[in-house]
């Protein structure tokens, strides 16, 4: 049974690599993202539970989104699915300054080993132009279904970037006060960011499919014998929902060409000088209202 099995996914992979092989072929697949956040570790006592609650509403959504993937053999766009902004969404410190971060088209060609973020912050539009990530993916034995595809399990270990904020957690006072840090300063401190931080490394387990041959995988992801379906890093869960092959209304995959080219590392710096000046803004607001 095992063996007729094997013969009918082996045929099915052989019909579709001939399809993938023809020079118009193109595909789509549609992934749900979600992130998973503990608000209420965040904000000490500067910030109610009410608050709380409603900073988490307005970063919903920034932490469920629903993108699609175009790809071809060597090329993808993957960008997010427009929809219409909730009402109300956005407003506040954080919902503004959170909402200041928007990603747009990202390009990968597999073949050049190249990757470009369209990416505005602040009003500003950037390409940020770098190398694709490169995971060592260790092939895991276990299998599962996801859809009508069969896949397959890899795990990689993945540096975090400090600006990662879809990875951040909430300081650990504690240990830190261990290792001699003292306790007077972090009493003081009133800024939320002071109370997070990334980690230098996570997991990550993706599962991929055969039986669709392509070197692909929504975002950053890719470099396994098959489709990415479904990606599991640190708080953040990608999974596909749908793939159609050869869609009639197909994507132009062409890497975007707006916006002040910047590598990620010059980006990142972008970042920290303009959150380090809202810093010191927010930061001398809260000092002058305790007079």
């Known amino acids: 049974m095992k063996s007729h099995s094997f013969k009918i996914l082996a045929s099915f992979i052989f019909l579709i690599s001939g399809t993938i092989m023809a020079q118009d072929f193109q595909g789509k697949a549609y992934y749900q993202s979600k992130t998973t956040m503990d608000m209420s570790n965040f904000g000490g006592q500067q910030m109610t539970e009410q608050q709380r ?8 959504s920034m932490l469920e989104k629903t993108f699609i993937l175009s790809f071809n053999r060597t090329e993808s766009i993957y960008k997010e699915e427009e929809k219409l902004a909730a009402p109300g969404a956005g ?8 909402g200041s971060f928007t990603a747009g088209a990202q390009y990968k060609n597999v073949k050049d080993q190249q ?4 990416q ?13 990530p490169k ?18 399990k890899a795990t990689a270990v993945k540096k975090v970037d400090d600006m990662d904020f879809s990875n951040m957690r909430r300081r650990n006072r504690d240990n830190e006060q261990r290792q001699g840090e003292k306790s007077k300063d972090t009493a003081k401190s009133t800024n939320l960011m002071d109370e997070i931080e990334v980690p230098k490394e996570i997991l990550v387990t993706a599962w991929y499919t055969p039986q669709i041959p392509v070197n692909q995988g929504p975002g950053e992801y890719w470099g396994l014998p098959g489709l990415i379906l479904e990606v599991n890093s640190g708080r953040t869960t990608i999974l596909c929902s749908k793939i159609e092959i050869n869609p009639t209304d ?6 975007p060409s707006k916006g002040k080219v910047v590598t990620k590392k010059e980006y990142e710096d972008i970042v920290k000088e303009k959150m380090e000046e ?13 007079r």
């Open 53 to 60: 609650k409603m900073m988490a509403e307005r970063m919903k």
């Open 91 to 98: 407003g506040g410190r954080w919902g503004g300054m959170m």
């Open 115 to 118: 990757l470009i973020q369209d």
């Open 120 to 132: 505005e912050f602040f009003g500003k539009q950037f390409l940020i132009k770098d190398s694709i």
């Open 135 to 152: 995971l060592e993916w260790k092939m895991e034995s276990e299998s599962k279904q996801i859809g009508q595809y069969l896949c397959f």
């Open 250 to 255: 197909k994507t132009e995959i062409k890497a």
């Open 278 to 290: 809202m810093q010191e803004m927010y930061g001398g607001r809260g000092r002058g209202s305790r």
